[in-house]
């Protein structure tokens, strides 16, 4: 695992000891004396941990962590504050200034390696989904992850899954008010409950009688609707090898009994707020794939999914022998419509033949709006002359039917051409069976409008 990680620490000698350990890690590793060098590093070079002192001059770490978190540029790198300051107060102030952990002075080796291992994990999948919504919208980075995805007013659902009813009551009594809570005395039924509700986080205790706690975090972290649902664990004193285990299997964080409020509010909503933040990056991908491929006038596909798609409904057909067939329709005299009743009446047109062609044809076709007035079908499993009647039947329901246009409920006549074309046996090609459907059309517009014609070769 390759990463880069910015240790900042006044005292030389702390930062030596830092990147000794890191090194032998083979994480590559940058260093800042100071807090405006250490935001200046996260601002213009890619780090993907920081660690980070407490007491420095000038400018202490939890100023430096409240501003790198309210930083778009910068909020999503994760922070470990790093001190010899013990209370439980202290941990609380660096979670609420947004820190994703604190560790203590001397830090155990092994529990820092596997925290930074762990939070590197995370960043990464971070990072992809910033690059995918970076490079998938019109807008900036900064605007889309400057939003306030993590409100803090809104109730977070958490699952605790505890067998010990007095821990159960203690922690209810902690996140009165706090979080909406659901029990599982059960792991076993636990697990179907993550899987089956969606929790912004889960806690699981260690103390349970006859079950390995570490075989649920792992059970959940395999199951797709769970794997990125934060993990916390409710570990006992002594229990230093399971809780660095289950960081290693990916639980998210922990918290040592017996567990103070404070930090159990700070941890949980620090999880929170970072599975709203990826949970609103992949949203975001998502919505603007959609975006990328969905006509916005109309709700079909548009052309960019016709042209990456048809290629690969034509391979299937010709691999299994067969029928597919394509019709292009083109509204007959769209212009003038468009010139009678304004853009916002010819748009009313295309979106009410969009929903009658959709009516018309089956789920497995593919209807594309191909440009302006011009529309796609491709259709599997279709043979030319039933491809032939599908559109004259389409043609028949749009010159039947009025169009409504305007507030007034005015309606116009609407017709429609339609061009026929299907896969030929032997050599064929995508381009040529969209030429002979396109030639089809010319006729049928050349040859008086609101016809079909098929072309078979």
């Known amino acids: 695992m390759t990463a880069r990680i910015l240790v900042v620490d006044d005292i030389p000698a702390n930062v030596r000891l830092l990147e000794v350990r890191l090194l032998a890690e083979y994480f590559e590793v940058l260093t800042a004396t100071n807090g405006p060098d250490a935001i200046e590093t996260c601002e213009n070079g890619k780090v993907d941990v920081v660690l980070l002192d407490v007491m420095m001059p000038d400018m202490d770490g939890f100023e430096v962590c409240r501003r790198l978190k309210s930083d778009p540029a910068t909020s999503h790198i994760p922070v470990v504050m790093i001190t010899a300051l013990d209370q439980v107060s202290d941990r609380v102030r660096g979670l609420e200034a947004g820190a994703d952990d604190f560790l203590t002075k001397p830090v155990n080796d092994l529990q820092l390696m596997t925290r930074v291992k762990s939070l590197v994990r995370l960043k990464s999948l971070t990072d992809e989904l910033r690059l995918?919504?970076?490079?998938?919208?019109?807008?900036?980075?900064?605007?889309?992850?400057?939003?306030?995805?993590?409100?803090?007013?809104?109730?977070?659902?958490?699952?605790?899954?505890?067998?010990?009813?007095?821990?159960?009551?203690?922690?209810?009594?902690?996140?009165?008010?706090?979080?909406?809570?659901?029990?599982?005395?059960?792991?076993?039924?636990?697990?179907?409950?993550?899987?089956?509700?969606?929790?912004?986080?889960?806690?699981?205790?260690?103390?349970?009688?006859?079950?390995?706690?570490?075989?649920?975090?792992?059970?959940?972290?395999?199951?797709?609707?769970?794997?990125?649902?934060?993990?916390?664990?409710?570990?006992?004193?002594?229990?230093?090898?399971?809780?660095i285990r289950g960081l290693e299997l990916g639980i998210n964080d922990y918290l040592m009994r017996p567990i103070d409020q404070q930090e159990l509010t700070a941890r949980l909503r620090t999880q929170v707020r970072r599975k709203r933040y990826n949970d609103q990056l992949r949203a975001s991908v998502t919505q603007t794939i959609e975006m990328a491929v969905t006509d916005g006038l109309t709700g079909l596909h548009n052309r960019r999914y016709l042209d990456s798609h048809l290629q690969t409904l034509f391979d299937r057909a010709v691999a299994r022998r067969r029928p597919l067939s394509v019709m292009i329709t083109d509204l007959d005299r769209f212009k003038a419509i468009n010139d009678a009743h304004g853009h916002d009446g010819g748009d009313e047109v295309l979106r009410e033949f969009a929903r009658r062609l959709r009516k018309n044809v089956r789920g497995i076709d593919l209807a594309c709006r191909f440009g302006g007035e011009e529309f796609v079908v491709v259709m599997p499993d279709t043979e030319g002359a039933v491809a032939e009647k599908v559109a004259e039947r389409i043609r028949a329901e749009i010159a039947q039917a009025p169009f409504a246009i305007g507030q007034e409920g005015k309606t116009i006549e609407v017709t429609v051409s339609v061009g026929v074309s299907s896969v030929l046996k032997g050599v064929d090609t995508v381009a040529a069976l969209m030429k002979r459907a396109d030639l089809a059309l010319y006729e049928a517009k050349s040859g008086g409008r609101n016809r079909v014609v098929a072309k078979a070769a």
């Open 132 to 243: 995918r919504a970076s490079t998938t919208r019109n807008i900036g980075i900064e605007e889309l992850l400057s939003r306030n995805f993590a409100s803090e007013d809104t109730t977070p659902k958490v699952l605790l899954i505890d067998e010990r009813k007095s821990s159960v009551e203690r922690i209810q009594k902690m996140l009165r008010d706090r979080a909406d809570l659901d029990i599982s005395s059960d792991p076993h039924a636990g697990f179907f409950q993550a899987a089956e509700t969606s929790y912004e986080c889960v806690m699981i205790s260690t103390a349970f009688a006859d079950f390995d706690p570490l075989r649920l975090c792992s059970q959940l972290r395999s199951l797709d609707r769970t794997r990125f649902v934060p993990i916390i664990l409710l570990a006992e004193e002594g229990e230093e090898e399971r809780i």
